[in-house]
C-alpha cells in the first residue's frame, strides 16, 4: 500500500523547475555563456558579440520585420486618414449652419429633430469634435487592415528587457556587480582584443565609449531622419511632438551611456558596441529592402517621390 505513496512522491520531487524571476534567466543566460566558452575555441572577445548576434536575429528581427510591414500598412492608410478630418469638419459645420437656420425660421419639428447643441457649435468645438471622430475611425481603420497602433510597442516590449537581460548577465560575468566581486571566468582577464587585454577593465583609452556614442547618436538620427521623411503634412504649430520628445531623450540617453561605459567593462561595453551596431545595420537593411512609402524624398538616392506616390496632405493645394 506504500508503493503508490512513494512513487508520488518520487514523481513530485522530480517535478520539473521553470524560470520564474528576471534572476533566473539572468543565471541561465550566464551559465550558457560559460558553457559555450568552455566547449569550443572561442575566446570571450569572439563570443560576446556572437551571442549579441544571435539573440537579436532569433528574438528581435523577425518581430521588427513584422513590424515594418505594419507600418507599411498604416504608412498606406495615412492619406486617408488624413483626408478625413477636413470632410468631418465640413460636415459639422454645414450641420451647424442648417440648425441655426431652422432655429431662426422657426421651432419645427425637423430643427428639433437635429438638435439644439447642433446650432450651437463654435469653431472650437468643430475642431474638437472632428478630431475624436478621425481618431475613432483611424482605429476602426487600422484594426480592420491587422495595423493597430498599439501593436507597435510589442518591439521595444521584447528588445528592452532582453537588452537589460543581457547588459546584467555581462555585468556578472564581468564582475561589476560591487567592489568585492571577482569575474565569474579569471579567462575574461586574459581574453581581451587588440589594446584591451582585460575584459573586466574599463578601455584605458576610452575609444570604446567613443565607438558606441558614435553607433548610438548614427542610429538616432538615422531613425529621426525616417521618421520626418514619412511625416509629410504640414505642421501648424511649434509644440513638441511625442516622437520629437521620444528622439530627444534617445540622444541625452547616448550622451549618458556613454558616460557609463568609461567606467564600464571592456567585456560591457563590447556588447552595448554589438547590439547598436546590429541596430544600426538592421534599420538600413530595413530601410533598403523594405522601405516606407509615401516619403517626400527616397532614404538612399535622395530623389523626390512622384507626384501620383505623395500623401494627399503634402500635395500643393489649388485654388
Known amino acids: 500500500m506504500l508503493r503508490p505513496q512513494l512513487r508520488l512522491g518520487s514523481l513530485h520531487m522530480q517535478k520539473r523547475t521553470f524560470v520564474s524571476s528576471?534572476?533566473?534567466?539572468?543565471?541561465?543566460?550566464?551559465?550558457?555563456?560559460?558553457?559555450?566558452?568552455?566547449?569550443?575555441?572561442?575566446?570571450?572577445?569572439?563570443?560576446?558579440p556572437m551571442a549579441t548576434i544571435t539573440f537579436r536575429t532569433m528574438f528581435t528581427l523577425p518581430i521588427a520585420i513584422i513590424q515594418r510591414r505594419r507600418?507599411?500598412?498604416?504608412?498606406?492608410?495615412?492619406?486617408?486618414?488624413?483626408?478625413?478630418?477636413?470632410?468631418?469638419?465640413?460636415?459639422?459645420?454645414?450641420?451647424?449652419?442648417?440648425?441655426?437656420?431652422?432655429?431662426?425660421?422657426?421651432?419645427?419639428?425637423?430643427?428639433?429633430?437635429?438638435?439644439?447643441q447642433a446650432a450651437g457649435l463654435s469653431y472650437e468645438q468643430i475642431m474638437v469634435l472632428s478630431s475624436k471622430e478621425r481618431r475613432r475611425r483611424q482605429k476602426k481603420l487600422y484594426k480592420d487592415h491587422n495595423?493597430?497602433?498599439?501593436?507597435?510597442?510589442?518591439?521595444?516590449?521584447?528588445?528592452?528587457?532582453?537588452?537589460?537581460a543581457m547588459s546584467a548577465t555581462f555585468r556578472d560575468?564581468?564582475?561589476?556587480?560591487?567592489?568585492t566581486s571577482n569575474p565569474m571566468d579569471p579567462a575574461l582577464t586574459t581574453e581581451g582584443f587588440l589594446w584591451v587585454s582585460d575584459l573586466t577593465l574599463s578601455d584605458p583609452l576610452a575609444i570604446l565609449p567613443i565607438v558606441l556614442?558614435?553607433?548610438?547618436?548614427?542610429?538616432?538620427?538615422?531613425?529621426?531622419?525616417?521618421?520626418?521623411?514619412?511625416?509629410?503634412?504640414?505642421?501648424?504649430?511649434?509644440?513638441?511632438?511625442?516622437?520629437?520628445?521620444?528622439?530627444?531623450?534617445s540622444r541625452f540617453g547616448t550622451v549618458f551611456l556613454m558616460a557609463i561605459a568609461t567606467q564600464a567593462p571592456s567585456g560591457l561595453a563590447l556588447y552595448w558596441i554589438s547590439s547598436n551596431a546590429f541596430s544600426l545595420t538592421q534599420n538600413m537593411v530595413l530601410d533598403r529592402y523594405i522601405p516606407m512609402r509615401y516619403q517626400e524624398q527616397e532614404r538612399w538616392s535622395g530623389?523626390?517621390?512622384p507626384e501620383g506616390s505623395r500623401p494627399l496632405a503634402s500635395r500643393p493645394e489649388r485654388e
Open 303 to 305: 530623389r523626390e517621390a
Open 147 to 164: 495595423c493597430q497602433m498599439w501593436k507597435n510597442l510589442i518591439l521595444p516590449g521584447v528588445q528592452i528587457p532582453l537588452w537589460i
Open 22 to 48: 528576471p534572476t533566473d534567466v539572468i543565471t541561465v543566460l550566464t551559465s550558457g555563456l560559460e558553457a559555450l566558452h568552455s566547449t569550443t575555441p572561442l575566446t570571450w572577445w569572439m563570443i560576446i
Open 173 to 179: 560575468l564581468t564582475g561589476w556587480t560591487d567592489i
Open 71 to 116: 507600418t507599411q500598412r498604416q504608412a498606406q492608410l495615412t492619406p486617408l486618414v488624413q483626408a478625413m478630418g477636413p470632410i468631418l469638419r465640413l460636415k459639422l459645420a454645414q450641420r451647424a449652419t442648417s440648425a441655426k437656420a431652422l432655429e431662426s425660421q422657426q421651432q419645427s419639428p425637423e430643427a428639433k429633430m437635429i438638435g439644439g
Open 213 to 249: 556614442g558614435t553607433l548610438a547618436l548614427t542610429n538616432v538620427e538615422w531613425n529621426a531622419k525616417t521618421y520626418s521623411l514619412q511625416n509629410t503634412h504640414v505642421r501648424r504649430s511649434l509644440r513638441i511632438t511625442p516622437l520629437e520628445s521620444i528622439l530627444n531623450i
